[in-house]
């Protein structure tokens, strides 16, 4: 198993983010070989109440380079009121990736609730965004468009394994 993004604990300080909306990392990651993507984390904390939140990974195949084609998406996470500690919190999703870049995201549930996502020194606290009306079980869909205007990066990776694909199945006469 490996992993791509950012892996660092080593935050600067987080930013709060409601729901409502796709945030991502202002930056892609870059894969540098195929594999298959088997779920994605990311240093965060709760708020005042529950929230729900799922991850997201996309291609940067969107217009200008943007998140355009989802390649895999978590099942809903809860962050409740009392994870006031930044720790690793993922879940699981299996996708084929060819080494190219990548854009990890964050779909938050309720709007009046909020999370805190730590960032790595050296970057603002406002990441980019598209609004988009989260929902607990069906996929986010492959975005159009562009992304707001926003330089926050996000400590986020994505667990891998190197060289395989998913559902290949080789048998022998």
Not at 43 to 55: D, T
Not at 88 to 111: D, H, I, R
Not at 134 to 139: L, Q
Request: aromatic share 14%; proline share 4%; with cysteine.
């Amino acid at each position: 198993m490996a992993t791509f993004g950012d892996t660092s604990t080593n935050e600067s300080g987080n930013a709060v983010y409601y729901g409502g909306y796709m945030y991502f990392s202002r930056t892609t990651y870059a894969l540098s070989e195929n594999g298959v993507a088997s779920g994605m984390s990311a240093y965060m904390k709760g708020g005042a109440s529950n929230q729900v939140v799922r991850l997201a990974l996309y291609a940067a195949d969107g217009t200008g380079g943007h998140p355009g084609t989802l390649k895999g998406c978590t099942e809903q996470l809860t962050l409740t009121s009392g994870d006031s500690s930044f720790a690793w919190k993922g879940g699981s999703f299996t996708a084929s990736l060819t080494a190219s870049n990548y854009w990890m995201g964050f779909w938050f549930g309720t709007t009046s609730q909020m999370i805190s996502v730590a960032y790595p020194p050296a970057y603002s606290n406002s990441m980019p965004y598209f609004t988009l009306a989260y929902h607990a079980t069906n996929s986010p869909g492959d975005l159009t468009g562009s992304l707001s205007a926003a330089t926050g990066r996000a400590l986020v990776y994505s667990t891998y394994t190197p060289g395989a694909f998913a559902g290949l199945i080789v048998t022998r006469p």
